[in-house]
């Protein structure tokens, strides 16, 4: 997930380029970019609590 995040969201890739780069199909890209997101926004919420 961590990969695929990073491909698509930090270094600004397509889609497409993230399957090509590693090798996975489209759908594979959309769901594992869309549960990496979901796991990033709890920790995300998770450290804000925590910080409050």
């Known amino acids: 997930q961590r990969r695929v995040v990073v491909l698509r969201y930090y270094c600004d890739l397509s889609e497409k380029q993230v399957a090509e780069e590693m090798e996975m199909s489209?759908?594979?890209?959309?769901?594992?970019?869309?549960?990496?997101?979901s796991a990033l926004?709890?920790?995300?919420?998770?450290?804000?609590?925590?910080?409050?």
């Open 26 to 37: 489209l759908s594979a890209v959309k769901s594992t970019a869309s549960r990496g997101l």
């Open 41 to 52: 926004r709890e920790h995300v919420t998770e450290v804000e609590e925590w910080a409050r």
